[in-house]
């Protein structure tokens, strides 16, 4: 619980607000831009809000959201009600754009999250020969105009393709340079996914920023590029600092295509766990001063791959969901490093 002097006048005092981590109501109290006290004490403030109850939460976030083809049902027909539709009509509504239209559009969606409590947000905004950089211009000045009530992330966004659009990488790259925050691509809209997602991670790792992809969006297992993203995102090193989105496609696949997806993800981890499970082993080593345990260790090193293989072919026969099947050996086998770290301080 914070708490701020009782009798120091505050800029506003909240009152009677209902949190979610707690039975009773408090007032909270706000000076500048900071909390400075949350708790029943009454205290002086320049203006008080009765919130009678009412729940306050942190702020909202929208993290996939497209500002610049927002608003736009009453300029598009659709009939089949399909993907390959909807990216068609839509690219045929981009090259009515203009950076006026773009900012009233966006705008709207913005003074609408931002009554609705919304305070961070992810948009993407498409770069490509239809738009230019009509979108990114128009959303770097939304950005600064917002910035009061809300973080508005920019993302470089290749949705017309890369491959099959040549001019979109350096338009790419031309983005990023007047500021945008991070570049990512669709893969699946494109003649050759591995080179568009190739290119997105050059940009990336060129620029030092985050990738995001809208990858795998189809009602069939027809590309599953999400393998080829978590390959280069390891190669890159950029773990941590690549998002994926839609992934319809991994609702498809048999139990052990499933189980393979979820191993390229947990598999990077097993360096670590390999570690921590040393660390103890040979620290005990040098104390004593014989092999015993770095055989020790080394048991210990096959016994987690042979959990690993075990868990697998459960999982690939269905006893086990996919992401159980992966990643409980790193859990199993990373709790038990901890313990044996924490019991070898105590020596």
């Not at 993407?124 to 600064?144: H, K, N, S, T």
Request: charged share 20%; hydrophobic share 45%.
């Amino acid at each position: 619980m914070y708490s701020a002097s009782v009798s120091e006048t505050v800029d506003l005092l909240l009152r009677g607000a209902r949190l979610p981590d707690r039975q009773s109501l408090a007032d909270i109290a706000i000076t500048g831009d900071r909390i400075v006290a949350v708790d029943p004490v009454a205290r002086p403030a320049q203006q008080t809000l009765e919130l009678g109850g009412r729940l306050v939460t942190p702020g909202l976030v929208e993290a996939h959201i497209h500002l610049d083809k927002a608003l736009l049902t009453d300029r598009v027909t659709v009939s089949a009600g399909t993907l390959d539709e909807a990216l068609r009509v839509t690219a045929q509504a981009k090259r009515t754009f203009t950076a006026e239209d773009i900012t009233s559009r966006a705008r709207q969606v913005l003074d609408l999250a931002v009554r609705a409590g919304t305070t961070a947000m992810r948009t993407y905004v498409e770069v490509d020969p239809i738009v230019g950089l009509m979108g990114m211009e128009a959303m770097l000045a939304l950005r600064q105009e917002y910035a009061p009530a809300l973080d508005l992330q920019l993302c470089a966004f290749a949705q017309e393709g890369i491959v099959k659009a040549p001019g979109t990488e350096g338009l790419l790259r031309r983005a990023l340079t007047m500021g945008a925050d991070l570049v990512g691509g669709c893969p699946y809209n494109d003649t050759d996914g591995v080179e568009h997602i190739r290119i997105v991670f050059g940009l990336a790792t060129a620029f030092g920023v985050d990738a995001d992809f809208h990858v795998d969006f189809a009602d069939e297992p027809e590309h599953l590029h999400v393998r080829e993203i978590a390959a280069q995102t390891v190669r890159a090193g950029w773990q941590g600092r690549v998002s994926v989105g839609h992934l319809t496609e991994l609702g498809i696949p048999s139990s052990k295509e499933q189980v393979s997806l979820q191993l390229q993800f947990a598999l990077p981890f097993a360096n670590v766990v390999v570690i921590l499970l040393g660390i103890p082993f040979a620290y005990r080593s040098l104390q004593k001063g014989n092999v015993q345990s770095i055989a020790y260790a080394c048991g210990a090193t096959f016994l987690y791959w042979g959990t690993v293989s075990v868990f697998q072919s459960y999982g690939e026969q269905g006893f086990f969901p996919a992401w159980v099947s992966a990643w409980t050996p790193n859990f199993i086998f990373g709790i038990m490093a901890v313990w044996l770290l924490q019991r070898t301080t105590k020596i």
